[in-house]
């Protein structure tokens, strides 16, 4: 089972990843190392951004309602 689990290793690190990462892996800048961290925050952010101005623009429509019938504690 171990050289399974290492066949697996050695197929992402060794063929399907060997020309798409190393150029980032093996570059002098830390800035170019690190782009695609950077892409995936760009992206993140802007989805968070949207999604609360989407909740924003609901919560002001007035659609929800708020009222508080299922516990009476509440």
Request: proline residues 1%.
């Amino acid at each position: 089972m171990k050289s399974f689990f290492e066949g697996i290793a050695d197929l992402f690190v060794n063929v399907i990843f060997k020309y798409t990462m190393d150029p980032f892996r093996f570059a002098e800048s830390w800035a170019i190392s690190n782009i695609l961290n950077w892409m995936f925050m760009l992206i993140g952010s802007a989805a968070f951004i949207y999604w609360m101005l989407q909740l924003k623009k609901y919560n002001d429509s007035g659609e929800e309602d708020t009222s508080s019938t299922s516990h009476s504690y509440l």
